[in-house]
C-alpha cells in the first residue's frame, strides 16, 4: 500500500511554492500552524505538497444516461433545493474536493480516501465565500483542507478551522450520501454527474488507494486508537447537539436481523433518531424526529473514533 501512495505522490508531484518560506512552515507545506487547535506534531505531511493534489473548481457534469459508471461504483451524493449531483469516488480520490455552487448556496464536497469520510460544507462565511484547496497535510490521517482567501487549515473530521486567521471558526455540513451509483440514480434520475473533463490527466479509471480498506494497517498515525471493532469497519457517525454516536453497519445488520434494508430507531443526546442502513449498497443516513436528514458521516472506525474517542456506540438488541 505505501507502494501505491508512493505513485500516487510521485504522478501528482508539482512544484512547492514553499522554499522561500522559513524552515517552520516550510515543514508544513508553507502554512503558519503556531498556535494551533491541534497538536503541531501531529500534524504530518501527507506526500504530495500544498496543491499537488488539485481540487476541482471550475466542474463539469453529465447527465445520468451519459455517465460511463458501473452499478456498484461509489458516489457521494447531494441534493439541494432540486438539484441532485453526484461524484464519483474514482475521481475524487485524485482530487478530493470539488468546488461546486447549487444555485445560489456555494459548496464544497470533500472526500479524504484514507478515512473514507465523504462531508459536504455550505462555503458561506458570512459575507465570504470559501474556496477550498488540498494542503498536502494529514491530522488523524485525515485530510486538512485550507481555504485560499486566508490560508487558514480546516480539519474535515473536526469540521472546523484549526490554525491560521480563521481558527475555531466552524464549517456547516450539509446531509451528503456516500452510496452506489445504482441507489443514487434510482432515487434521483435526474441527477447529473461530475464530468471527469475535469482539466487534469488523471487516470480515473485506477484506484491508486486499491486495497486499502480490505487491510487492517493504516498509511499515518492517529491520536486515539479503539481495537472494539477493526479499523477499516464501516461506521455512520452523527453529531445531536454535541453527542456522538457510531453506528457500526455490523451491528446494523444484526439489528434488521438479515433484512436486506430497513431502519432503526434510536436517541442520541436525548433526542430521537431514525438510522436507515441499506445493507445492498452499503450505505446508512440518519434522521430527525421530524423525518430531516442528518449531516451525517460515513467512516472508517479508526478515522471516526480518533476524532470522537468519547464517542457512544450503537449495541444491537
Known sequence: MRTA????????LSTSSVDAQSPSRSAYNGFDVSGALIPEQAIERGGPPRDGIPSIDRPKFVAAGEARLQPRDRVLG???GGIARAYPVRILNWHEVVNDRFGDVPVAITYCPL???GIAFDARLGDRVLVFGVSGLLYNSDVLLYDRGTESLWSQLKRQAVAGPLK????QALPLE????????ARYPATAVLSTDTGFPRDYGRDPYEGYDRIQ???FDVEHRDGRFPPKEWVL??????????YPFSALERALG???????VDRVGGQAVTIRFDREHRTAQAFDAQRRPLAGVMAFWFAWVAFNPKTEVFVAN
Not at 475555531?168 to 464549517?171: F, K, S
Not at 457517525?237 to 457510531?246: F, Q, S
Request: charged share 15%; net charge positive.
Open 237 to 246: 457517525g452523527i453529531d445531536v447537539g454535541g453527542a456522538r454516536k457510531a
Open 168 to 171: 475555531g471558526t466552524p464549517l
Open 178 to 185: 456516500h452510496t452506489t451509483w445504482a441507489d443514487w440514480r
Open 217 to 219: 494497517q493504516l498509511m
Open 5 to 12: 501512495l508512493a505513485l500516487l505522490a510521485a504522478l501528482l
Open 258 to 264: 438479515g433484512r436486506p434494508a430497513g431502519e432503526v
Open 115 to 117: 478515512c473514507g469520510t
Open 78 to 80: 447531494l441534493a439541494i
